[in-house]
């Protein structure tokens, strides 16, 4: 059974997959809708365009979404989760370093959504894509810190609007390789996926859109820097991939960084998130403490000496 949605285009100049996302991201991800327009499971007034192609405003486009049942079954598993807050709408969970947001390929089980399918049941009736009920964002596996998880259909698209409007307030705590030219600064530099190394994100004048801002807060006699560092977008690997562009790399960063022994995990932590409840409109916010292995880590660069800015 497929199911056909029709919506038209509410403005002009942006791309026909993000317009597209904008109306059904809950029910779909980004590869499943790249993979149904090369399929030509999407037309515009009537035509099968590409993903990429930029609309006029007001063209009608029919999406034909396959049955949510047939995908792959996510499986409930009863996982330790700290859950700092909860109500009937919304979840704020705290997530440990290790733990992969959705299934995907190779990670079926063991996931942050098979956690939320057993604490909250109702998620798996929730008309969307069934790897990643109830997600709004997603933090990398060896990140830490706040997310937060919509256990409503409305929850989901209100909060998602939330991002999209650039008005949710993620802030990072981050020890860098080196300390920034300068005490504050914003990156503004597009990402795209890198074609040679598809695990791997890079800076990329084809890419999207990303902006980050950062502060200085400790600076430290080994050369390293802890920065907080606020998302105004929210690319795969931003901040990774923005810091490493201006030559301070997060320390225990594989990918990204100097690849050096010593800290298990990119020292990355999403240590606040404010957002607007999306049925009461009160703004919320949340703070999460480094966990054990990051504070362990600060305590020793602060006993090697730090170094006023």
Do not use: W
Not at 122 to 141: C, E, F, N, T, W
Not at 235 to 255: K, M, N, S, W
Request: hydrophobic letters at 40%; glycine letters at 8%.
């Amino acid at each position: 059974m497929v199911d056909v949605v029709e919506f038209r285009a509410d403005k002009g100049g942006d791309r026909l997959d993000k317009t597209i996302m904008a109306q059904l991201g809950e029910r779909l991800s980004r590869t499943q809708l790249q993979g149904l327009i090369k399929a030509g499971a999407v037309t515009v007034d009537g035509t099968a365009i590409k993903a990429g192609q930029k609309l006029r405003g007001g063209e009608l486009i029919r999406v034909h979404l396959p049955d949510p049942q047939a995908d792959e079954t996510v499986m409930p598993e009863t996982l330790p989760l700290r859950v700092i807050y909860e109500d009937s709408a919304l979840a704020v969970i705290d997530k440990p370093a290790g733990l992969v947001v959705h299934p995907g390929a190779g990670n079926r089980t063991g996931t942050l959504v098979n956690a939320l399918l057993a604490r909250y049941p109702q998620l798996a009736k929730l008309p969307y894509d069934p790897s990643r009920r109830g997600i709004v964002h997603r933090l990398d596996k060896d990140t830490s810190g706040l997310l937060v998880v919509a256990l409503r259909s409305t929850a989901l698209r209100r909060l998602m609007a939330q991002f999209q409007a650039r008005t949710v307030e993620k802030v990072y705590l981050a020890l860098v390789e080196r300390v920034p030219h300068t005490g504050t600064g914003r990156i503004e530099a597009p990402i795209a996926r890198d074609p040679q190394r598809r695990t791997r994100m890079m800076v990329s004048r084809d890419g999207r859109p990303a902006v980050s801002e950062f502060t200085v807060v400790e600076v430290f006699k080994s050369g390293r820097a802890l920065l907080r560092v606020r998302l105004l977008t929210g690319r795969t690997h931003q901040i990774r991939v923005h810091l490493a562009f201006i030559g301070c790399p997060i320390v225990g960063d594989q990918v990204y960084g100097f690849r050096k022994p010593g800290l298990n995990r990119q020292f990355l932590h999403a240590a606040q998130l404010c957002f607007d409840h999306p049925r009461t409109d009160e703004r919320l916010c949340f703070e999460s403490p480094l966990p054990n292995d990051l504070d362990e880590a600060l305590t020793r660069e602060r006993l090697s000496g730090a170094m006023r800015r």
